[in-house]
Structures are given as C-alpha cells and as structure tokens.
C-alpha cells in the first residue's frame, strides 16, 4: 500500500468554524489531491498539487485552500465549514501529472461532519 | 462535457455468478481508464486499468477491455466471491495537461454466500 496518512479520521465541527486537515506521504511523490466523496458523485477534485508551494484548483474548490510546504504534506483549509461541505475527504498521491500513465494512490479518507 | 457513466446499483449477486458493470466515459482524444473499489471504511484501490484502445486491465479475476469505438470500459468477473462486495468505481484521466481524475458515481456490489 502507498504511504498515504490522513488526519484526523473523523470529526465534527460546528459550522462557521474553521477546519484544517492533513495529508501526509512516505512516497516522496511530487502530484498531491484533495477529492470529496458524496453520494451519486463519486469523488470530485477540490484542489491539487504539483510541487511545494505549487497548487492548483479542481472542480469543487469553492470554501476551500490549500497549502503545502513540504514534499510530504498537504494541508486542505475550510475557512469557514458550512453543512455543505459535511463529505468524506479523500486525499490521493501521484508519481506523475496527466501524460495519461499515471495512477494515482488514495489515503483512508476523512469523514467530516458539519453541524 | 467530460463524464463518466456507470451502471447503477445496487447490484446483488450470488457468490459464483458473473460480474458485470458497465462503464460508459465521454473524453476528448485517448484517456486513460480506471476501476478503483472501496471497501466497506476504506479509502479507493486501483483494481485495474487500461491505457490505450484495446488494452485489456486485470487484477484478482476483474477484467475490462478499453473500447474506444463504443467509448466504453465495462468490468467482469467470472464468479464473485462474498469478498467482492465493495464499491466499484469506474474514472479516467486524460492524456493531455489535465490531472484529474473523472469518476463515476460508484455501484455497490453485495454477493451473497
């Protein structure tokens, strides 16, 4: 299994409160994702990262950032969590961007609730 | 625009029947073609993938044919076992500058002993 951590697990927050959560690589893989999952969507990409300090919106990135400033974590931020963004937060890991021949690796998922 | 379609769920099967779930993608130029499937509190796998027209992906008894004139990319299995139960995930990714991955809803599999 590819070295891919989340935390934390689960949480439940209130909304309006700010919410950070972390993914964390053993691989040294340069391309990093944030995807949701949420019923009858499969998952949908928020943000993604090609490098440190070097991020990129995905289709869903409305109420959320992202920061990485080491190779081997990236942080994705809800401001300002809304009960819209209660889902299931997966992060994944690339050796490669697009050029079609990569896979990518997911981590265990977070489950996050907004009340 | 780009999408993925798959067959619905749930699907229901005894353990030892056939596997089918069909997988329809709508891409421009040759995406690469994906089947993850998530456990029941797991994050995705790669089950298999394909990434030219008439590659065949295979892992574990799954198998999909990459058919670009029908633009489809459906998975089988010849007899499911009750471990099988998850859900499938069909996506693809494009050949060209874009990273991300296009999924399709899911279909939940439930094989029963």
């Known amino acids: 299994d590819a070295g891919i951590t989340q935390s934390p697990r689960h949480k439940v927050t209130e909304t309006g409160t700010p919410v950070t959560l972390r993914c964390h690589q053993t691989?040294?893989?340069?391309?990093m994702y944030w995807y949701r999952q949420d019923p009858g969507h499969g998952l949908r990409l928020i943000h993604y990262?090609?490098?440190?300090?070097?991020?990129d919106k995905g289709e869903v990135s409305d109420g959320y950032s992202v920061s990485r400033s080491k190779t081997e974590d990236f942080l994705l931020t809800l401001e300002s969590a809304t009960s819209s963004q209660t889902s299931v937060y997966f992060c994944?890991?690339?050796?490669?961007?697009?050029?079609?021949?990569?896979?990518?690796?997911f981590g265990p998922g977070t489950r996050l609730l907004v009340l | 625009g780009n999408s993925v379609t798959q067959m619905e769920g749930p699907v229901t099967l005894s353990e030892e029947a056939f596997l089918t779930i069909n997988c329809t993608y709508t891409a421009t130029g040759y995406p690469s073609l994906f089947w993850y499937v998530q456990y029941p509190g797991e994050g995705l796998q790669l089950l298999l993938k394909a990434t030219k027209a008439d590659d065949k992906g295979s892992n574990k008894g799954f198998e999909a044919t990459y058919r670009k004139e029908t633009t489809s990319f459906h998975l089988e299995k010849g007899s499911v076992q009750v471990s099988d139960s998850a859900v499938y995930f069909c996506?693809?990714?494009?050949?060209?500058?874009?990273?991300?991955?296009?999924f399709g809803s899911g279909t939940q599999l439930t094989v029963l002993p």
């Open positions: 996506a693809w990714i494009s050949s060209g500058s874009a990273r991300q991955l296009t």
């Open positions: 994944a890991i690339s050796s490669q961007g697009g050029g079609g021949q990569e896979t990518q690796y």
């Open positions: 990262s090609y490098g440190v300090k070097d991020t």
């Open positions: 691989e040294n893989h340069r391309y």
